[in-house]
């Protein structure tokens, strides 16, 4: 018997500016249930507080957020809420949809955003209202990055950190589609990750610039760390 599984990472950015792989779950589904254990793992081995989380649309992660991290900042990643709201869109129309969206999650502001998001309600509503109730339901964790700088937003409003790191994985479990057990897979998961890690050596760009930001937003959950 076949059964389908996926693999999870957390990814995580400490107050030094450095990216590491904080772990690898396998999982049947996903769920506000599977999502807590993740989360409570990640905090008995000692994260105690997450700043921002970013994430792709995952069922239950949000809820399993709030309950173990409630102070966290939840930004949903823009590239995937794209990517869900063409699932719904014909392909004659993905080029000119797609232009539309832009001005939404490229405005320099909420209010901006907000009225991107009308016009394209009005020149796209009545033919994909799914898309508009897509955006609309998940406003509030689409638009948390307004909220910060330019050199924060870019950090925050795709997972592309998580994403160049799966395609390294990709690349060596392309060749086997089916393993044996979740430890063969795990094991695998874990060699790749490895290598993978020793080149990320360098701190996130501008980290200067974004922790000094970040004393501001959150001065009493940074200052016991780096003073």
Partial sequence: ???NKAAYMVVGID???QKDVLGIWIGENESAKFWLTVLNELKRRGVEDILITCVDNLKGFSEAIAACYPKSDIQKCVVHQIRNSLKYVSYKDYKAVTAAL???YKASTEEAALEALDKFEEAWGSKYPLVVRSWRGNWDELATFFRYAPEMRRLMYTTNL????HRQL???TKGKSIFPTDESLTKML????MEVTKRWTMRVQNWGQILSQLLIYFPERIEQYIL
Avoid: M
């Fill in 170 to 172: 990709r690349k060596v």
């Fill in 162 to 165: 998580i994403e160049g790191y």
């Fill in 102 to 104: 832009k001005p939404i």
């Fill in 1 to 3: 018997q076949v059964v």
């Fill in 190 to 193: 874990y060699l790749a990750t």
């Fill in 15 to 17: 107050l030094e500016g």
